[in-house]
Structures are given as C-alpha cells and as structure tokens.
C-alpha cells in the first residue's frame, strides 16, 4: 500500500501458496481503512475473490493519495491610529486602515494540515494625513505589532507594506499643550501737574503680555497728597493691571 502524496509505504502483506491456487487475501477491508483516514483511491492491481498465484512473482500494489479541500481564504489586517490628550481623552479623529488579502486555503484530510496560497503577496497601509499641531506638540508614541516611522512635528504615520502573515496593529499619538513663549512687553506711567502743565515724573515697567504689573501708584499720590496736590484722575488700578499687546502707558494727574 503506497502514499502517492509522500511517497511512503503505508503497509506490507505477505501470502502464500501454489500455483494456480486462489489467494487468500482481500484488499477491500484496507482500503476502506485508509479511505477513513482521509485517502482517496488511486489504483489496485489486486482483484479480491480472484486472483490466483501464478509462476514467478505475484506482487500487488495499492496506490492512494490524500484527499484535499480547497476553500476560499480571506484575512483582513487593520492599522489604527488615535490620537489623546495627556488624560486619554481624544485629541483628534481616530483612523482605522484596513486591508484584506483574499486567496485559497487547502487542507488535506490525512494530516490535519492547511496550506493557504494568498492572490497577493503584500499590500500596503498609506501615509495617514497630517494634524493640527499650532497649539499642541506631540509627546509620546506608543506602537504596537509596526514599526512605522512617526514624524513628531505633523503626527503623519508613514506607509508600511504588510504580508497576510502581519497583525493588526495600533498606533497611540499623545499630544499636549505647548508652552507658551512669552510675548515682551513694556510700560509706563507718568504723573501730571495739571496747574503747571508740567511733569512731576515718570516710571518704567516692562514684563510679558499677561502678567500682572508690579507697579502702585498709591505711595506717589500720597506723596505728592502731602506735597499739597490733589488727585484728578488716575487711569492704573493698582494690583489688577496686566501687560497687553502694545501701548502700556499711564497717567496720574
């Protein structure tokens, strides 16, 4: 009994007996054997019931060969990538990228084994788009089952060729705000005798946009209170002025 699949011998039987005497051997109950075990029956040289030994050699042979299944195969591979803040919220849309591979899967019945043939040997994910990053920067990249390149600036993922042997594979981009730089920013304030048309002096600050001005007026205008003047009008509250963008100027009169 031979394995056409392998090659292999499966089993040997021996008779014997005298020329022209019936052969007491039946191959049908081995065949139905190895037909259970998921063969197929190729060829039999031996006629069970009738086969008589004749002068010389009476060598049979049984060829079977492993039955196979062929189904279609598909596989589909994701790649996704989120985007969070520092809290695990979300940060921007998330992207899921998929691609499946189709082909035929064979599974031979005598082994237990699969062979699948894919119609295509790799694909490949695109480059993901670019993000906003005017206020944020990105702080961290955690990768799973890729090796994708990640550009810090733009958070583009690059494109990465899979085969049908790849996992899903995810990619988290963690983004946070960025710091801001200070924008300079300069002030003054001038106190006024309004009777003269004269001043009396001036004072410079300087500080970023935003931050509070470390500057009062009231020790001057006491002073100046003591001196015999009075106040008419002052346009800086002290402890609640801030810097802003442009002119930071003053007057006490």
């Known amino acids: 009994y031979i394995d056409d699949t392998t090659g292999n011998n499966l089993e040997n039987a021996t008779f014997g007996g005298t020329v022209g005497a019936k052969i007491d051997y039946t191959t049908a109950d081995r065949i139905s054997y190895y037909q259970g075990k998921g063969y197929k029956l190729v060829s039999n040289n031996f006629t069970d019931g009738s086969q008589t030994f004749k002068q010389g050699e009476n060598k049979f042979e049984v060829h079977l060969t492993h039955v196979t299944e062929t189904k279609d195969a598909t596989k589909t591979i994701t790649r996704d990538v989120t985007y969070v803040y520092e809290d695990g ?13 189709t082909g035929k899967t064979t599974s031979d019945k005598v082994t237990g084994s699969e062979k699948t043939t894919w119609n295509n040997e790799s694909q490949t994910f695109g480059a993901t788009k670019a993000i906003d990053t005017t206020k944020y920067q990105i702080v961290g990249i955690n990768e799973r089952n890729t090796t994708a ?12 060729t899979i085969t049908p042997n790849s996992q899903n594979s995810a990619v988290v981009i963690t983004l946070a705000n960025k710091p801001e730089t200070p924008i300079p920013a300069n002030g ?8 003269t048309g004269t001043t009396l002096e001036s004072a410079g600050f300087s500080g ?17 209170v003591n001196k015999g003047y009075d106040v008419v009008s002052n346009n ?8 802003k963008q442009g002119d930071n100027k003053f007057e006490v009169h």
């Open 188 to 195: 003054s304030i001038t106190y006024y005798d309004d009777t």
């Open 208 to 224: 970023s946009v935003g931050q509070k001005i470390n500057y009062t007026t009231a020790d001057r205008i006491i002073n100046y």
């Open 236 to 243: 800086f509250t002290d402890g609640n002025e801030t810097f």
């Open 89 to 101: 919220s979300q940060a921007d849309t998330p992207v899921q990228q998929t691609i499946t591979f």
């Open 149 to 160: 390149n990640v550009d810090r600036d733009t958070g583009v993922v690059a494109s990465e």
